[in-house]
């Protein structure tokens, strides 16, 4: 394992983690968008998570849909922020079904380190890119159906286009429409170029995982995201949308685009100076998070061996 990637700490991220609550949890769910904080559970400092309903959630009669969305974390604290929430999770019975799912949001500024309009408008094309080759291990280490999922549905030839109209405006809004026309798949840019207060805050959003209460299983989900980020920042030739043959044939199977995938961002190997988007737990944890992910890889491929990604 190569050393940690001390870049990746200041990364800021959210996660929003899909759930059926019991209803005597004592949880107080608020409205879509209108979260109500989770006074009970574990905080970031001082920012608390919120609970707020999702009308996508199924759930039984004594249990409530429930979606906890994290306040914005960073860095080992971070991380462990989000470990120990989960733990709560647990502890209150918390439990997921198909219907559930598990966002991750990076905020692009904190990625690359400006808000460089042109800079921003690089970055999103490279992550594009980058996660359409690795399409089958980001859907593969969910070890569910998210590819058949029209809100998490891989990214069609169509948002090549899009990016190359993102990279050539000159025009903000020009741009935000492009990315806008992307739509919300696996990888979710519609709000590259938001803004808030006037201050650029555009975020991308992925949208592939499924829902869960295994922290190892979110912990290569963040890490996979907080890597590819790191190499789309970083990486300065780029390749053409589709998969060259040399890709093609490392991402038959999910098994195999897993393999791939760590030695891309250099969790395996020798090819990256650091392993990229490792840090803390992340790092430190690296071999159980990992072997959750090629566990459900396998599953994904004797449950979907014709899967089209």
């Given at each position: 394992?190569?050393?940690?990637?001390?870049?990746?700490?200041?990364?800021?991220?959210?996660?929003?983690?899909?759930?059926?609550?019991?209803?005597?949890?004592?949880?107080?769910?608020?409205?879509?968008?209108?979260?109500?904080?989770?006074?009970?559970?574990?905080?970031?400092?001082?920012?608390?998570?919120?609970?707020?309903?999702?009308?996508?959630?199924?759930?039984?009669?004594?249990?409530?849909?429930?979606?906890?969305?994290?306040?914005?974390?960073?860095?080992?604290?971070?991380?462990?922020?989000?470990?120990?929430?989960?733990?709560?999770?647990?502890?209150?019975?918390?439990?997921?079904?198909?219907?559930?799912?598990?966002?991750?949001?990076?905020?692009?500024?904190?990625?690359?380190?400006?808000?460089?309009?042109?800079?921003?408008?690089?970055?999103?094309?490279?992550?594009?890119?980058?996660a359409h080759w690795h399409a089958k291990a980001i859907y593969g280490q969910t070890g569910a159906g998210r590819h058949a999922n029209r809100y998490s549905a891989a990214l069609s030839p169509d948002v090549a286009l899009h990016m190359r109209?993102?990279?050539?405006?000159?025009?903000?809004?020009?741009?935000?429409?492009?990315?806008?026309?992307?739509?919300?798949?696996?990888?979710?840019?519609?709000?590259?170029?938001?803004?808030?207060?006037?201050?650029?805050?555009?975020?991308?959003?992925?949208?592939?995982?499924?829902?869960?209460?295994?922290?190892?299983?979110?912990?290569?989900?963040?890490?996979?995201?907080?890597?590819?980020?790191?190499?789309?920042?970083?990486?300065?030739?780029?390749?053409?949308?589709?998969?060259?043959?040399?890709?093609?044939?490392?991402?038959?199977?999910?098994?195999?685009?897993?393999?791939?995938?760590?030695?891309?961002?250099?969790?395996?190997?020798?090819?990256?100076?650091?392993?990229?988007?490792?840090?803390?737990?992340?790092?430190?944890?690296?071999?159980?998070?990992?072997?959750?992910?090629?566990?459900?890889?396998?599953?994904?491929?004797?449950?979907?061996?014709?899967?089209?990604?």
């Amino acid at each position: 394992m190569r050393p940690p990637d001390p870049k990746a700490e200041s990364i800021r991220f959210g996660v929003e983690l899909e759930t059926r609550v019991p209803a005597v949890s004592g949880v107080a769910v608020g409205g879509y968008h209108a979260g109500t904080p989770v006074t009970a559970a574990p905080r970031f400092g001082l920012a608390q998570w919120r609970a707020e309903r999702d009308g996508s959630i199924t759930y039984g009669p004594d249990q409530r849909p429930c979606e906890f969305v994290s306040p914005i974390l960073h860095g080992p604290a971070g991380v462990e922020a989000l470990w120990e929430f989960m733990g709560w999770m647990g502890e209150i019975g918390a439990s997921v079904n198909a219907s559930c799912g598990c966002h991750i949001t990076v905020g692009i500024e904190s990625a690359i380190g400006t808000d460089d309009l042109g800079a921003v408008s690089e970055f999103i094309r490279k992550l594009a890119h980058i996660a359409h080759w690795h399409a089958k291990a980001i859907y593969g280490q969910t070890g569910a159906g998210r590819h058949a999922n029209r809100y998490s549905a891989a990214l069609s030839p169509d948002v090549a286009l899009h990016m190359r109209r993102v990279v050539q405006s000159d025009d903000e809004y020009a741009k935000a429409s492009a990315a806008d026309s992307c739509g919300r798949g696996m990888v979710n840019f519609k709000k590259a170029f938001r803004r808030a207060g006037g201050r650029f805050a555009g975020v991308v959003e992925f949208r592939a995982f499924a829902g869960t209460t295994n922290r190892l299983k979110v912990l290569h989900h963040l890490a996979t995201v907080l890597g590819l980020c790191r190499r789309a920042a970083e990486v300065q030739c780029l390749g053409a949308f589709n998969r060259n043959k040399l890709q093609a044939s490392r991402t038959r199977s999910a098994a195999e685009s897993l393999d791939f995938l760590w030695n891309y961002l250099g969790w395996t190997g020798r090819n990256r100076p650091v392993a990229l988007g490792l840090f803390g737990r992340l790092h430190d944890q690296w071999s159980a998070h990992a072997e959750v992910a090629r566990r459900l890889c396998e599953k994904f491929d004797r449950e979907f061996p014709a899967a089209a990604i």
